[in-house]
């Protein structure tokens, strides 16, 4: 910017800027952080660990400590774990103040002066160059040839020129006058006068609406959730009546309390929380394995549900990174397209202007772009020219967008002129007719409809004479078009066409143009693009019409970050799984209110990155292919596990509520629950969490939104093999009593036969297509180390006194063990007899 803008302009006095300051505050994000006593509270209102914290408080009023103490860890470390989550989530409003530059340049009392961002005020006068950060919203009041990369913001990859407009103007502004924080200059110089600070910038509205927007359950949780209340409701009113009854029957109402915390203990599927965090757990580290950091545990879950995945066109499905892609030349509309390492003479003319149409050290995307090119392609000819000296630059401006660079050449008093833009402009300065411009015009739009965005080139030359004011007064050559874009990723056509095999619809949300998100999408393999609706035309639809168009249309142009919000919504509210990916700030917003927000790890900025549940390290697209599938592994193990877990509590509900019919002492005690529960459950939880897809479940349709995790069909299998179970102890316990055992010589062989039925129930539940033999085959080594520990720890409880008198125990007679183990391994294994057809 020259010198005399500093004096044109006086700026702000110190005075106005310092009660702007206390008025509108810092330029930087005022949202507060959620406290910690206040996630802690919102997670007692899960009424799983309200339970758990319950039962442990009810122990410790009746001595024991030991069970207090057990459960009163299991719940801090799941609160710990949560707090941690919720803190890495919080991360993303604070990336939002790093968008922001620490310094700027600014005219106060008029003097330049420099001062921290978050000093600036409305009304303050900001000086901007090439490769500066824009640190607030306003207009620019004087400028020269300022290109601003909006594409965190608008999703455009094309730099955009800035209008300049009067210092006094109030106001509307158009897009084109407006700067935004955040966004980087690419080019050119200027000064703009500050409007918002803050929050009230389009970053900062973002942030605020960012901090508002409340986290969707995943369909596993809210499933899990009615699955653990319904139990536990049922099991509060039978321990009711079981306090009662007991209490009356004997008169001993801490012996019924204690059963009745039994019993209430024994229904409580608490360990499903512990499942859902092993699975959870382990799938963040298998899918990281793919390059995919997972932010949110629960999100590769809710991605195999997701039925729709909405995605970014810059960044995500291309580079985001402009590249050459043919040149055209003006002689025979030729093309060339780098199909051949040498490039024809024809083409040397254009590119060696094209070139001399850019700065020598470019910031611009596509400046840098062509000049890679060309010094690749006309490498040690006499096309490239590194000693000229610039003599003059002719800017664009709104109303010619063409931009022209004149060059000292080697013979003296000879200029060379270079001019590059909008084909439509460059055609006027060569003075076509009007029958070529239309022609030419033609095969413009043709490249277009393709995805390109052409450039224009021209030359001219001038011989001992002054060069102009006005590029108009030059005389110009045209040399042909320069087609430039923004590549598909080499990866995204082959996993778009997985996703459409496993049933989810992909959706092109972007800011760019309807012409270039149809090339798009031809190009990765869409056909459900045809239709398409443009932003302006979304604002205009109510509700009920969007919602009617939301089944034909696959793309989405011109959007801007609340409208992509808006869409997210409007398909949430039609019963989909929605999953967004993004890597700008204006993906934020849709990405945290989404099922599932997928940014890019290496291009995304911090702010898509921490509104995001999953992050695509490599940003490769592929990834998320993988991640559907992990989901849907998850999901289905989730449901054996869930099965099996339901089949072994029957026995223990069973033998829980003995005492209540028969007034007999408590067969199995608390101590004995939490062994089963919070060991052998989670531990056997490991060998589900291995298993891979079963056969022709990869590619089928996801899971219906409503689809229950326990069917009922599923619920009776899983009824029936726990009954089972129960009915042997039944006849064993009574018969043994019958024969005049002692009580504790009847526990030691109900808990081994229990033990080793836990272990068999869960070798018929690996699969329910097959035998298990087949799926052993392919478990992993660690699986068996389980087996052993669990039985090497099971013999030792019978070898000590302190664990015989902890546990109820006696010793048995070495016949009565393999009885135990036979007739355990029998009422399990007795299921696989159902499948013997799948044995073939």
């Known amino acids: 910017m020259p010198p005399i803008a500093e004096i044109l302009y006086k700026g702000l006095s110190s005075q106005e800027a310092s009660e702007l300051l206390q008025k509108f505050g810092p330029n930087e994000s005022k949202l507060k952080k959620t406290s910690f ?12 660990l309200s339970l758990l914290l319950a039962c442990g408080f009810i122990y410790a009023l009746l001595g024991d400590l030991e069970e207090a103490i057990t459960l009163s860890i299991a719940v801090i470390a799941v609160i710990s774990l949560t707090i941690y989550q919720k803190n890495k989530s919080e991360k993303a409003l604070e990336s939002l103040r790093k968008l922001s530059p620490l310094k700027a340049k600014v ?17 303050d006068l900001v000086f ?31 730099p955009v020129l800035k209008e300049e407009t009067d210092l006094n103007n109030q106001g509307p502004y158009s897009d084109f006058q407006k700067v935004y924080s955040g966004t980087k200059i690419v080019s050119g110089e200027g000064i703009f006068k500050v409007l918002f600070t803050g929050d009230l910038t389009s970053i900062g509205s973002i942030g605020k609406e960012m901090g508002e927007i409340s986290e969707s359950e995943s369909p596993l949780q809210k499933e899990a959730k009615r699955f653990t209340t319904f139990f536990f409701l049922g099991a509060l009113v039978i321990s009711f009546f079981l306090i009662y009854g007991l209490g009356i029957r004997n008169g001993n109402w801490m012996h019924a309390i204690l059963a009745a915390l039994t019993f209430l203990m024994a229904v409580l599927p608490e360990e499903i929380p512990v499942v859902l965090s092993i699975f959870f757990s382990l799938g963040a580290w298998r899918i990281s394995k793919s390059g995919v950091l997972t932010r949110k545990l629960n999100s590769i879950e809710s991605l195999g ?92 401006s709104p109303k010619l967008l063409a931009l022209s660079y004149a060059w000292n050449s080697e013979e003296p008093g000879t200029f060379v002129i270079g001019t590059k833009g909008a084909p439509e402009a460059i055609f006027d300065l060569c003075h076509f007719s009007k029958e070529k411009t239309e022609a ?63 049933g989810i619809r992909v959706i092109i949300i972007t800011g760019d143009h309807a012409g270039t998100a149809k090339a798009v999408a031809s190009k990765i393999g869409l056909e459900d693009h045809k239709e398409s609706i443009t932003g302006d035309e979304l604002e205009k639809l109510t509700e ?88 849907r592994r998850i999901y289905e193990n989730i449901q054996k596990s869930i099965s099996y877990i339901v089949s072994v509590h029957i026995p223990i509900i069973g033998m829980s509520l003995l005492p209540a019919f028969t007034g007999d002492p408590i067969f199995f005690f608390p101590a004995h629950i939490l062994v089963l529960e919070l060991i052998i459950d989670p531990t056997c939880s490991i060998v589900f969490e291995s298993l891979d897809l079963e056969k022709g479940d990869r590619y089928s349709s996801p899971r219906r939104k409503n689809s229950s995790l326990m069917t009922i069909p599923r619920f009776l299998l899983s009824f029936a093999q726990g009954a089972i179970v129960l009915i042997s102890l039944l006849a064993l316990y009574f018969w043994m009593k019958e024969k005049g055992i002692r009580e504790n010589e009847i526990r030691s062989f109900g808990f081994i036969f229990l033990v080793v039925s836990n272990f068999s129930l869960m070798l018929t539940n690996l699969t329910h297509k097959g035998g298990f033999v087949s799926i052993l085959r392919s478990l992993h080594s660690s699986v068996f180390w389980i087996f052993f520990l669990a039985a090497a720890a099971l013999i030792a409880s019978f070898q000590f006194e302190f664990s015989l008198r902890l546990f109820g125990f006696h010793k048995i007679e070495l016949a009565w063990v393999f009885y135990s183990i036979g007739l355990g391994l029998i009422s399990g294994l007795v299921w696989e007899i159902r499948k013997i057809r799948f044995f073939a």
Request: proline fraction near 4%; aromatic fraction near 6%; charged fraction near 25%.
């Open 544 to 631: 009920e019409e969007l919602d009617s168009k939301l089944d034909s249309v696959g793309i989405f142009s011109r959007i801007k970050p609340a409208q992509k919000l808006k869409i997210v919504r409007a398909f949430q509210k039609k019963g989909e799984i929605v999953a967004m990916t993004g890597d700008g700030v204006n993906d934020a917003l849709a990405l945290q209110a989404a099922h599932i927000g997928i940014s890019m790890g290496k291009r995304g900025t911090d702010v898509a990155r921490e509104a995001s549940d999953l992050v695509l390290l490599d940003d490769n697209f592929s990834s998320i292919v993988k991640s559907v599938f992990l989901g």
């Open 128 to 158: 901007l160059s090439e490769g500066d950060k824009v640190p607030a919203d306003g207009y620019l009041v004087d400028g020269l040839n300022l290109h601003s990369d909006e594409s965190l913001l608008t999703g455009e990859s094309i």
């Open 440 to 502: 030419w015009e033609k095969i413009t739009e043709s490249y277009s409809l393709q995805g390109y965005r052409a450039i224009g080139v021209a030359r001219s030359r001038i011989v001992n004479s002054s060069l102009p004011e006005n590029q108009h007064d030059l005389e110009f050559e045209f040399l042909g078009l320069v087609l430039l874009e923004d590549p598909i990723r080499e990866t995204v056509p082959s996993s778009v066409s997985e996703c459409i095999q496993a």
């Open 37 to 48: 006593w206040r996630i802690s509270l919102s997670i007692l209102e899960e009424p799983m």
């Open 305 to 396: 549900a997701a039925t729709v995945l909405c995605v970014d066109k810059t960044g995500t499905l291309t580079e985001n990174q402009m590249k050459v892609k043919g040149l055209v030349s003006s002689g025979e509309n030729s093309l060339f397209e780098f199909k051949t390492p040498e490039v024809a003479e024809e083409f040397h003319l254009l590119l060696e202007f094209s070139i001399l149409a850019s700065k020598k050290d470019p910031f611009d995307p596509m400046e840098k772009a062509i000049r890679e090119l060309g010094i690749k392609l006309l490498y040690d000819t006499e096309h490239l020219h590194a000693d000229w000296t610039l003599e003059k630059e002719y800017p664009l």
């Open 107 to 123: 005219i106060r009392e008029g003097r330049k002066i420099e001062i921290d961002s978050a000093l600036l005020v409305p009304g």
